[in-house]
């Protein structure tokens, strides 16, 4: 820890330790010396942090330090502890007096070093009368209360550089969020032209070649989208304003879910996917929120999860809340990396796919933190890696709706996974669904 360059920081620090006047007040006493200092030392420049002035000198905290004498100006600031009992008496003292000088006979002056080793200056007493130094515990008195200053000094700086790092780093923040909030929603409306021009373009077209092509151009302004809509809820939620969330009660949470299995499944037809979505009871919850919860677990499952492998959904009310999972088979999440699966822009390094922001699964937690719910996961090799989210139910039990059931093509064998459970759907009947990844 440096020593403060500027000196009405140096001045401020000593002024708020609060033992210091007690200190100074102590050392006049054994001394006997009429005045007691901090002073911050700068080559020649001696500005007084804090005093004890018995003498009536007119010194004040901030202050250049004005005294003439007749010891040698760079002995006094040599770094080591000097005890001078009679000035005129002692050989390290000039014998010639400047006119208008003031003449000190008595002088004790010991280094304040800094934690770092750096020279803060001197603490140090004098008198115009001869005082009595050459007890032992009078040097050692200075010395201790010197080293107690240089601490609780070294502490308090050293806090004070934190304390000014974290606000510079707050401030850089806020404003990345800022420009992220703003660059998303500016992106908003050129994404929106590209893919009306794209849907125009497709349905004019006639060659099937270039109707693909157009296709897959729809693909990832929609993935853009998804990108761009995370982004603006991560800032959104760190700039203070928090997610927007509009709880209400949904008799027929099933019909939602659904719909998402649906929309995720037209995007990817190739990926597989079981889905049980079985909610007996009305669920107090943002319906659009849920349903991103929903989409971006399927995306996440997947990017990370084993290509060849189905990922399963599955939706149920037990007796007090609404249980919300997706699993999939795959490269497990490292353990040492489980704790910081739901923190912003992370991404763990066990899947090839680098897509995304890492933002998904961090807007998924807040949002299920939102309706007074939890999110878990737990990743392992044999059992593959399942994420749970779990929201609070508000109504009392009502009669059984109708299970949500989307055609998907038959699996192999997919009853021998370790953990499934069996539904009374068949495998046929079974949604499958994609989305875009995180």
Request: charged share 20%.
């Amino acid at each position: 820890m440096e020593s403060p360059s500027d000196i009405s920081q140096a001045v401020a620090a000593i002024g708020r330790i609060d033992a210091v006047p007690t200190l100074l007040q102590v050392l006049c006493e054994i001394t006997g010396m009429r005045v007691a200092m901090v002073a911050h030392v700068r080559g020649e420049a001696w500005t007084v942090c804090a005093v004890q002035d018995d003498l009536q000198l007119g010194i004040t905290p901030g202050s250049p330090l004005a005294l003439e004498t007749n010891l040698d100006l760079e002995s006094l600031t040599s770094g080591t502890p000097i005890l001078i009992e009679q000035a005129s008496a002692d050989p390290r003292c000039s014998s010639q007096n400047r006119q208008g000088t003031c003449q000190l006979e008595s002088y004790v002056s010991v280094p304040i070093f800094l934690a770092s080793g750096g020279y803060f200056g001197t603490l140090c007493a004098l008198d115009r009368e001869p005082a009595k130094l050459s007890q032992p515990y009078i040097q050692f008195t200075f010395m201790r209360f010197a080293a107690l200053i240089a601490s609780q000094l070294s502490q308090q700086l050293q806090r004070e550089r934190e304390q000014t790092a974290l606000l510079d780093e707050r401030q850089a923040g806020e404003l990345r969020e800022q420009f992220m909030a703003i660059l998303g929603h500016d992106l908003r409306n050129p994404l929106q032209a590209a893919f009306a021009s794209t849907d125009l373009l497709q349905r004019r077209i006639t060659d099937p070649a270039l109707s693909t092509v157009a296709e897959r151009i729809k693909t990832n302004i929609r993935r853009m989208s998804s990108l761009i809509d995370d982004l603006l809820d991560f800032a959104r939620g760190r700039l203070g304003g928090g997610l927007d969330m509009e709880l209400t009660e949904v008799e027929n949470i099933n019909a939602g879910l659904t719909t998402v299995i649906q929309e995720v499944q037209d995007a990817q037809p190739d990926c597989k996917i079981l889905s049980s979505i079985d909610v007996n009871r009305p669920v107090r919850c943002d319906l659009g929120r849920l349903q991103q919860v929903a989409s971006n677990l399927l995306a996440n499952a997947v990017t990370h999860g084993s290509p060849h492998s189905p990922i399963e959904i599955s939706a149920r009310d037990d007796e007090t809340d609404l249980v919300l999972e997706v699993w999939n088979a795959g490269e497990p999440i490292p353990a040492q990396s489980i704790d910081k699966i739901f923190e912003p822009f992370w991404r763990h390094s066990v899947s090839g796919s680098r897509h995304g922001l890492g933002l998904g699964l961090h807007i998924c937690s807040q949002i299920v933190r939102a309706h007074d719910g939890r999110m878990s996961v737990t990743s392992t090799r044999e059992g593959g890696t399942r994420f749970t989210a779990r929201l609070p139910l508000s109504m009392p039990c009502v009669p059984k709706v109708s299970l949500a059931i989307i055609e998907a093509p038959p699996m192999d064998d997919h009853s021998q996974r370790p953990g499934y459970a069996p539904h009374h759907q068949s495998a046929e009947s079974r949604p499958q669904a994609q989305a875009s990844s995180l």
